[in-house]
């Protein structure tokens, strides 16, 4: 037996002095249980000892599918991380966010496992304060928002009346549509516009993080507290924008109430309340009745919070506004790339009408500007452009009509027949070729140079209407 996997009957004295030193240590065997697990670890995931030790890893931590276990990698290929953030799930459903260095364990030149050497959770700390002071510039003003629906209008005239209270604001809507565009624009255009504007995501952390985050502590507050002042604190005078805030646990969302009934908080192991004069801006991403209906939310926070209380529209509801949306995006991304991109060619903008945005303005941004980064000379955005996802969803839009030459068959996923593949694309012709007679089959039928009949049979066949 190895020195490694001996090390449950470690002698004593190793034993207390890994339960003695103030980093988290976890090592695992060469397959994957763990056979050391300090007390500081088991403070820093939440976990007892008994339910770690000698269980494989995975049985007892979930990793998501893009972060597998780094203790697991690095016992499978060598790797070696060094004040690497991670984040995963122990069994009882917590997340667990830690700073680790983690690297494999030799034995006469064979690995025999690995070991992972969490840091002091200040440093984590430190670590997500630096992250928020990233994102303490508010760059946008209301200029800047593009759209010109009556839809959007209304929101931002609504938002516009805002600029002239410090009251409390809850925007609501679907990721990408513009939250943190409306929250910077109305901290710009009001009198705080030259106090800080911070904004925190309130899903990104652990609520033991998020409430000294907030807050703030003293020394000795909690292992490894120092004397820091809060979000609050830091963001005095100015805007402090909390994002997701539905993602914030029942009893944090209280102390939220109370620092905005009081205009005061109180920092982690502190005995005085410190006043601040701050304005919240928050956030959902579900519908806020929902969110109470669901208590995801509490009531009493809600009403506090939605004294302003603004709705961002999904794109799919304003869908004119795309045309002057991707205008202003490849115009901007024209400068970006020094590229003279003229426009979306018409057969792209037609697809534009037709999807449904999940991602919102995001989504269009992003497939713009995947769409220039394809482009070799300053040629119109056309379907080849488009990102594989969208275009299996409209496969071969317009098929031979227009440009053959960028005709795209989707080959993967999933495989069709022939005749199935036939079938589709001459159902999708036969629409077109419809819509542009406006429902009239015998123009059509003269267009496709087929008689009216077999039109009416084919339409017929597809189950199709011609008033569609
Ligand atoms: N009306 C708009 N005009 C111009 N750009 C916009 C508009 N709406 C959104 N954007 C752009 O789309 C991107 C996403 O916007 P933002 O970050 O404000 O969305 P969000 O609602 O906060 O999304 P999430 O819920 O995912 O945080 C940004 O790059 C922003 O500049
Ligand atoms: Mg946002």
């Not at 994102?135 to 759209?147: L, M, P, S, V, W």
């Not at 513009?178 to 255009?189: D, M, P, R, T």
């Not at 004069?277 to 929902?290: G, L």
Request: with cysteine.
């Amino acid at each position: 037996m190895s020195h490694i996997t001996s090390i449950p009957h470690l002698p004593e004295i190793y034993r207390q002095l890994l339960d003695a030193v103030d980093v988290g240590i976890h090592a695992i065997n060469s397959e994957g249980e763990s056979i050391i697990y300090n007390r500081k670890m088991s403070e820093i995931e939440d976990m007892a000892r008994e339910d770690v030790l000698y269980k494989n890893i995975t049985d007892i931590f979930l990793f998501t599918s893009e972060e597998e276990s780094r203790l697991l990698k690095a016992l499978s290929d060598g790797s070696v991380h060094h004040n690497a953030k991670q984040t995963y799930f122990n069994f009882k459903g917590q997340e667990i966010t830690t700073v680790n260095d983690t690297f494999p364990l030799f034995d006469k030149g064979k690995r025999i496992g690995a070991v992972e050497i969490a840091k002091d959770i200040t440093k984590l700390e430190r670590l997500t304060r630096a992250n928020s002071r990233d994102k303490q510039e508010a760059r946008f003003t209301f200029d800047q928002i593009i759209g010109e629906t009556f839809a959007i209008q209304e929101v931002i005239d609504n938002a516009k009346r805002a600029t002239r209270t410090a009251s409390s604001v809850l925007i609501y809507g679907e990721t990408g549509t513009g939250k943190e565009l409306f929250a910077q624009s109305i901290h710009n255009g009001s009198e705080r516009a030259s106090r800080p504007f911070i904004s925190q995501n309130c899903a990104a952390l652990p609520d033991s993080l998020i409430e000294g985050i907030l807050f703030g502590s003293v020394k000795g507050a909690f292992t490894g507290a120092t004397d820091h002042p809060g979000l609050f604190e830091q963001a005095d005078g100015g805007t402090l924008m909390l994002d997701e805030i539905n993602s914030l646990s029942t009893s944090l969302q209280a102390k939220l109430l109370r620092a905005l009934q009081e205009k005061s908080i109180r920092r982690i192991g502190d005995t005085k309340n410190r006043s601040v004069d701050v304005r919240i801006i928050a956030t959902v991403n579900e519908d806020p009745i929902v969110s109470l209906e669901k208590n995801h939310l509490r009531e009493d926070l809600y009403y506090r919070l939605s004294v302003v209380s603004i709705v961002v529209p999904p794109l799919r509801q304003r869908k004119e506004d795309i045309f002057i949306l991707s205008d202003h995006f490849i115009k901007k991304y024209n400068e970006r790339f020094q590229l003279n991109v003229p426009r979306i060619a018409d057969e792209v903008q037609h697809l534009f009408q037709k999807y449904d945005w999940p991602g919102n303005v995001r989504e269009l941004e992003h497939m713009i500007e995947g769409a220039m980064n394809l482009i070799h000379f300053d040629e119109e955005i056309d379907y080849s452009h488009l990102p594989i996802h969208v275009r299996t969803k409209f496969p071969v839009h317009n098929p031979v009509a227009h440009k053959p030459e960028s005709l795209v068959i989707p080959l993967s996923p999933p495989a069709k027949t022939l005749q199935t593949y036939m079938n589709e694309v001459e159902k999708i012709y036969l629409e077109e070729m419809l819509q542009r007679h406006k429902g009239n089959v015998t123009q059509a039928a003269v267009e496709l140079g087929i008689s009216r009949q077999s039109l009416q049979y084919r339409m017929k066949k597809f189950e199709m209407d011609s008033k569609r």
